[in-house]
């Protein structure tokens, strides 16, 4: 698959397991996050990687956090069980810079780049991925397990492993209607 087609049919998969990718494996996601578009040369992002022991911590700080916020117990064995749904998790957060040319927004948007990035990479080496977010990823509590400082943000957790399941290519939604030339 040339890459144009790779981009034109590129889609998340939330059904993954198996074993956790190797370190190579890992190191050369990483390495997809880092080459993003970068005004300014700030590297606004961090990336926290999440996986053996690290998922029980995570899954312990997203109870935590939905007991702090009075989740009743559905909802709490919920959002503990989250991490589990992939031997790997990259968290990927700002790490916003004072820039007379740069505001936040571009450093968010550099960081969702890097969440895309390594997404792309996954699928490259014949990973499943899911970006989410959802409550966990503004939760103070969950932050502060992370090392993540309060004022920085949370722009994904990015699911990653074998696929369990195979998915149906979806078709593509088409541009004309989103699109105007000036
Ligand atoms: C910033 C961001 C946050 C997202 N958060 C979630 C989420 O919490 N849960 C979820 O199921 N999908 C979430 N998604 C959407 C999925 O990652 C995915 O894009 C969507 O299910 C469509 O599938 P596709 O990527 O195959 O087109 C998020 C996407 C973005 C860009």
Redesign the pocket.
């Known amino acids: 698959m040339n890459v144009l087609e790779f981009l034109h049919t ?5 059904h993954l397991q198996g074993n956790t990718p190797e370190q190579g494996i890992i190191d050369n996601i990483l390495k997809a996050g880092m080459r993003v578009p970068d005004h300014a040369g700030l590297t606004p992002w961090r990336f926290t990687v999440v996986k053996d022991e690290g998922l029980t911590k995570l899954s312990k700080a997203f109870k935590s956090a939905t007991i702090s916020d009075g989740g009743d117990e559905a909802k709490i064995e919920k959002a503990a069980k989250m991490p589990f749904r992939a031997p790997l998790i990259i968290v990927i957060s700002t790490k916003f810079h004072q820039h007379v040319k740069v505001p936040k927004q571009e450093q968010l948007i550099a960081a ?1 780049c890097a ?1 895309h990035a390594m997404q792309m990479a996954a699928t490259c080496l014949d990973l499943g991925s ?5 409550e966990m990823s503004y939760h103070p509590l969950v932050k502060e397990r992370l090392n993540i400082e309060l004022h920085e943000e949370i ?2 957790f990015l699911y990653i492993g074998e696929e369990t399941k195979e998915l149906p290519l ?1 078709s593509s939604k088409g541009f004309e209607e989103y699109v105007s030339y000036f």
Do not use: A, D, L, M
């Open positions: 590129r889609q998340s998969n939330p969702g969440v899911v970006w989410r977010t959802g722009v994904g979806k």
